[in-house]
Structures are given as C-alpha cells and as structure tokens.
Nanobody, 121 residues
Framework: QVQLVESGGGLVQAGGSLRLSCVASGNIASINSMVWYRQAPGKQRELVARIGITPPSNNGVTYYADSVKGRFTISRDNAKNTAYLQMNSLRPEDTAVYYC??????????WGQGTQVTVSS
C-alpha cells in the first residue's frame, strides 16, 4: 500500500504561482512514477505532468501536457519521498482539483485526496 498526501493548493490571481507537494509513504519502492492530474468542474480528469522513477532508463524522465508546457515543472525529492508541481503563470483555466497519482509495477495506481487550485482573473 502507498499513501499520498497533497498540499499547497489555494487561491491565486492570474499570472501568479503555486507549488504543490505530494508526500508518499508506505511501500514506495513499488511505485514507478509520480503523476499529477487535475479535474475541473464538469470536465474529465486530465494528466498534467509525470516524472519517472523506475526503471533506471525512466528515472527523472518528465512529461507535460501541452497546456502546461513552459509554465509547470514537476520534480522529485527522493530523500523526502515528495513530488512537487511548480506552477507559474497561472491562468483561470488552470482552476481545478489537483491529484497526485503513483502507479506501481503491477499497474495499480494510488491516488491522493486532491488539493484545490483556484485562479482568479
């Protein structure tokens, strides 16, 4: 089992920045990447960014949705078992609940409880 706890959401004006954190605990050796998703009201959940952990060829490899490229940065602190999502130049359309996700080697995905990000215009 893996537990994920997100934090860092809040209300920010357009053009501002927020940094989300996702702390993983439990059987973290089983997970092979950490992923941020978001879900806006009335919309489907979408993948925002991903950072690889294993295998070694995937370690540190990042992926971003086109809508956030150049504005968001995903990173990971192994010592703290934490993944971050630095969000800059925020737009009202970034408003959503942001979820941390961690798939394991079996393909099972763990989810955090989500953190609300609201960007005012």
């Amino acid at each position: 089992q893996v537990q994920l706890v997100e934090s860092g959401g809040g209300l920010v004006q357009a053009g501002g920045s927020l940094r989300l954190s996702c702390v993983a605990s439990g059987n973290i050796a089983s997970i092979n990447s950490m992923v941020w998703y978001r879900q806006a009201p009335g919309k489907q959940r979408e993948l925002v960014a991903r950072i690889g952990i294993t295998p070694p060829s995937n370690n540190g490899v990042t992926y971003y949705a086109d809508s956030v490229k150049g504005r968001f940065t995903i990173s990971r602190d192994n010592a703290k078992n934490t993944a971050y999502l630095q969000m800059n130049s925020l737009r009202p359309e970034d408003t959503a609940v942001y979820y941390c996700n961690a798939p394991d080697f079996r393909g099972y995905a763990y989810w955090g409880q989500g953190t609300q990000v609201t960007v005012s215009s």
